[in-house]
Structure formats: C-alpha cells, structure tokens
Nanobody
Framework: QVQLVESGGGLVQPGGSLRLSCAAS????????MGWSRQAPGKEREFVAR???????NYGDFVKGRFTISRDNAKSTVYLQMTSLNAEDTATYYC????????????WGQGTQVTVSS
C-alpha cells in the first residue's frame, strides 16, 4: 500500500502562485510515476502533470507553461509549482502514484483545495 498526503492548497488571488506538495509513504518502488490531477465542481477529473522518477515530465494542454512539477526522490515527495493562476484553476488537486509508467493501479491522495478568487 501507498499513502499520499497533499498540502499547500488555499485561497489565492488571480495572477498569484501556489506550491502544492505531496508526500508518499509505504511500499514505494524505486522507479515510479507521481503526478497531479484536479477536479472542479461538476466537472470530470483532469490530468495536470506527471513526473517519472528519472525526471521526465508531462503536462496537460491547459497548463501552457504556468505549472512546474518536480520531485525529491529522497523524500518521496512531488511538488507542483503553479503560477499565473486564474479562476479556471479553482479545483481540488489530487496527488497520484503508480509503481511504474506501465502500471494501471493508481493510488490517490485525499486532495487539497485550490481556490483562485479576488
């Protein structure tokens, strides 16, 4: 089992920045994929970003250079630095973990709320 704990969400003004963190614990494999998805009220969950243990990254099309995903393998922690936030970024952000890029089993965190509002 893998446990994921997110932190860093909150209220931010349009144009502002936030950094989310997600710490993994439990049966962590040395090669894994961690990432972020988000879900706004009334909408389906959508992919935000992912990062492999070797550092390769992928982003959702809507990110457009505003977000950066990174990780600290020694701490089993993944980060999401978000900039130029707008109201459309308001959502619950969920951290995810897979034991490899080929695994179909996802572990999810409990989510952290990000609200962009003036």
């Amino acid at each position: 089992q893998v446990q994921l704990v997110e932190s860093g969400g909150g209220l931010v003004q349009p144009g502002g920045s936030l950094r989310l963190s997600c710490a993994a614990s439990g049966s962590i494999s040395s090669i894994n994929v961690m990432g972020w998805s988000r879900q706004a009220p009334g909408k389906e969950r959508e992919f935000v970003a992912r990062i492999l243990s070797g550092g390769d990254t992928n982003y959702g099309d809507f990110v457009k250079g505003r977000f950066t995903i990174s990780r600290d393998n020694a701490k089993s922690t993944v980060y999401l630095q978000m900039t130029s936030l707008n109201a459309e970024d308001t959502a619950t952000y969920y951290c995810s973990y897979r034991s490899s890029r080929y695994s179909t089993k996802y572990y999810w965190g409990q989510g952290t709320q990000v609200t962009v509002s003036s």
